[in-house]
């Protein structure tokens, strides 16, 4: 079987599942894209200046690496745009992320760590990217934090990029997990 690129799985799952929307495929593609930039950013490395401690800490407590902080602003300003989300929640973020008011809202919520593992990447280990995309609840205009605690079987979609000597997207819609590598 040929590879198929990640693109036209989109449009043909569209065709064959009635909850794959115009939406989730545009959010899926986005999300890609942005990975896709991370993996450059992490390519570059101490040439790209991207290495060390960024000086602050995440919501968890951990020092933020400079990739930890330039991975999430990739992921919120691919997203934010595009009309498919109502907010964006981050581990590097202490609160939801809403989308701008001078932008059109989706009905999904994306839900990200934008670069896990971020303490390995000074001694060049793969590290990667993991989300999950919900919908957002009937009703909320500007989702909360209580908004993004959905039960697991809620998800709409989840994935997870990993970056190393190729890098891989593992996605599923529902229906089966299939990977792309870029």
Known sequence: MPPVSLS????EEQR???????????LIEVVARA??????AIGKGALGNVLGNAGSTN???EAQKKL?????EILLEANEWGGHLAALASEEMDDPHLIPHRFPKGNYLLVFDPLDGSSNIDVNVSVGTIFSVLRCPDGVAEPGAADFLQPGTRQV???YTVYGPSTLLVLTLGNGVHQFTL
């Open 59 to 61: 919501v968890q407590g």
């Open 8 to 11: 036209r799985f989109l449009i």
């Open 68 to 72: 930890d902080v330039l991975s999430n």
């Open 157 to 159: 979609a989840a994935g």
């Open 16 to 26: 064959e599942q009635a909850h794959i929307t115009a939406d989730l495929r545009l």
């Open 35 to 40: 990975c896709k930039a991370i993996s450059i």
